[in-house]
């Protein structure tokens, strides 16, 4: 059998292209269209570099903790603030006890509520 494949290489691809687009486009409107294609590529290279940029910054930044939260005592402190529980003169551990000690007693009164 005879093999009718098209033996052609990369380079030569671009030669059978460009005399496409002159055949379907003329010789007037090909600059026009080169133009457009390269704004377009233009463009997407943009949007792409931003979108990289956009992720370097988000990956390169180190989250930081701020607020009320940026050290195990403060934490402590302000939870132990929102249930009426005076932190002056307390130890950590005395106010984990008194903490769970208000969450656990609040369970349990609202377990009993709900069987009344």
Excluded: C, H
Aim: charged share 35%; no cysteine; hydrophobic share 35%.
């Amino acid at each position: 059998m005879v093999d009718y494949s098209l033996n052609v290489a990369g380079s030569e691809w671009i030669i059978i292209i460009f005399v496409a687009l002159v055949l379907i486009l003329g010789t007037g409107k090909l600059p026009g269209a080169a133009r457009k294609l390269g704004k377009a590529v233009n463009e997407y290279n943009k949007a792409k570099n931003d979108i990289q940029e956009s992720m370097k910054e988000v990956t390169e930044e180190t989250p930081k903790i701020s607020g009320p939260v940026e050290s195990e005592r403060e934490k402590l402190e302000t939870i132990a603030k929102s249930i009426g529980v005076k932190v002056e003169g307390k130890t950590d551990d005395e106010l984990r006890k008194i903490i769970a000690d208000k969450i656990g007693q609040k369970k349990i009164d609202e377990s009993e509520t709900k069987q009344d």
